[in-house]
């Protein structure tokens, strides 16, 4: 089987994600795109992705089926590394993906996107605490695990505000 394009890849994600939303009532599809855009300076398969990066926790998609539709294998692996699994706590998830290069670039897209001060606006006070305090202890080990300039080119594309942390 031919592996899926870019385009492919992301109509399997919007298709995935179809009826789901965030917080903030935005199609969930919307958030992996964003992830996907802040990786584009590092190819494709990053930008594959990018926009499954959820789909292993968040929808009907599963390792085989991804495989099956034609997903390189080396996007199925980075999708595995960012993805939660039972009984590993968030912290430690965090730690081994600091230590694969492209899952590392992958989640700092995504908490880059999650720290958005326009996606935390629509949560309560407490929410916006839990959830800033999460990120902050995620970019302290995955930040140091990428090289400088190339977290630099993801917090320019995804959320400019970060970069004063850096």
Do not use: C
Not at 4 to 21: I, K, N, S, W, Y
Not at 103 to 116: E, F, G, V
Not at 120 to 132: D, I, P, Y
């Amino acid at each position: 089987m031919a592996e899926l394009t870019l385009a492919e890849v992301d109509l399997l994600a919007a298709e995935a994600h179809a009826g789901q939303t965030d917080k903030a009532g935005v199609p969930y599809v919307t958030h992996v795109r964003a992830v996907s855009r802040g990786l584009a300076p590092f190819g494709v398969g990053l930008q594959m992705a990018g926009l499954l990066h959820d789909a292993l926790e968040d929808t009907a998609l599963t390792e085989r089926r991804l495989l099956d539709a034609g997903v390189p294998a080396t996007v199925v692996a980075t999708v595995l590394r960012v993805s939660n699994r039972p009984g590993v706590p968030y912290q430690d998830m965090i730690t081994g993906i600091a230590t694969d290069h492209a899952a590392t670039l992958l989640k700092i897209s995504d908490n880059a996107h999650n720290s958005l001060a326009s996606r935390a606006a629509v949560l309560t006070a407490e929410q916006r605490g839990r959830f800033a305090a999460k990120y902050a202890a995620a970019r302290r080990v995955l930040w140091p695990a990428a090289a400088r300039d190339d977290v630099a080119v993801i917090l320019r594309i995804v959320n400019p505000a970060l970069l004063s942390e850096l």
